[in-house]
């Protein structure tokens, strides 16, 4: 049996000839191939393998699955975006993705949360082209089986109209710290996010570190957006403060694992 599959305008063909082989050679393949993700354009956010983050109305996002722009996305991911609107914004999406067919599944609701009409469902490599409705809220949720992570996407998400901003007002609640690999390389940057990143003015944030959980907790210099990148070179503690109108909460601070020689990627074996 051929299977067919298109990947940067090539033609590629799978004969499958015993149980998940086939599978296990379009994952190696995908994973061989240069990931010709979308050019970041503003602030990057990463869809987390569990759980839930938000961008706030306005912000142009490139949002990548949890494996960001360099590496595939992990198995057993449920996790979803929050794409903030209101007056006259458009979200629009744009952007390809390179995900397993009929396995591995991208869906965008509308409203806030997985609860909401189902708009869209994706799966298999393709390109995505998206536009909400003025003022709707929309929800991108990515789902992927336990085996067999592929390169993903990088989406370009683009607002336009107006939006009507709120205000700020009491202490945030940013909540969980959350990373795009819990253990890295030398040279490979653990992308940071918060679990509830507010969606108003007025909110500002600046992330720390520390050599241990409970331990002193020092500002990082230049790293006062929502999300951050760290290369790090020993196994580090991450939180961010989030203030509103003098009023500041820190995050659950996440361990990022350092090691020189770890098992960061993994390319299956082919038979």
């Known amino acids: 049996m051929e299977t067919k599959f298109y990947l940067n305008n090539y033609a590629f063909s799978l004969f499958k000839k015993t149980g998940d082989r086939s599978r296990l050679l379009l994952a190696a393949l995908l994973t061989l191939l240069t990931f010709s993700a979308a050019q970041a354009q503003g602030p990057v956010v990463l869809i987390p393998v569990t759980g839930s983050n938000t961008v706030s109305c306005g912000n142009n996002t490139t949002l990548y699955d949890n494996g960001g722009n360099t590496g595939n996305y992990a198995n057993s991911s449920d996790g979803y975006t929050v794409l903030q609107n209101s007056g006259s914004g458009v979200i629009s999406i744009s952007g390809n993705i390179e995900i397993e067919s009929n396995w591995e599944f991208l869906y965008i609701y509308s409203g806030a949360g997985v609860d909401g009409t189902l708009l869209r469902t994706y799966s298999g490599p393709q390109n995505i082209n998206y536009a909400s409705a003025p003022g709707e809220v929309l929800t991108i949720r990515f789902t992927s089986d336990t085996v067999y992570d592929f390169p993903g996407f990088g989406l370009q998400v683009t607002y336009s109209g107006v939006c009507e901003q709120q205000t700020c007002s009491g202490a945030p609640v940013p909540g969980n710290t959350t990373t795009s690999t819990a253990v890295v390389c030398t040279g490979v940057a653990a992308v940071l996010g918060l679990q509830s990143a507010s969606a108003t003015d007025g909110v500002s944030y600046q992330w720390q570190q520390s050599a241990t959980q409970n331990g002193t907790y020092t500002d ?52």
Do not use: K, L, M
């Not at 989030?242 to 659950?252: I, K, P, Q």
């Open 220 to 271: 990082i210099s230049g790293a006062i957006g929502v999300t951050y990148a760290s290369v790090i070179s020993a196994t580090t503690w991450f939180r961010a403060n989030a203030t509103c109108s003098g009023e500041t909460t820190a995050s659950t601070p996440v361990e990022v694992v350092y090691t020189p020689q770890g098992d960061c990627y993994c390319t299956p074996d082919i038979y």
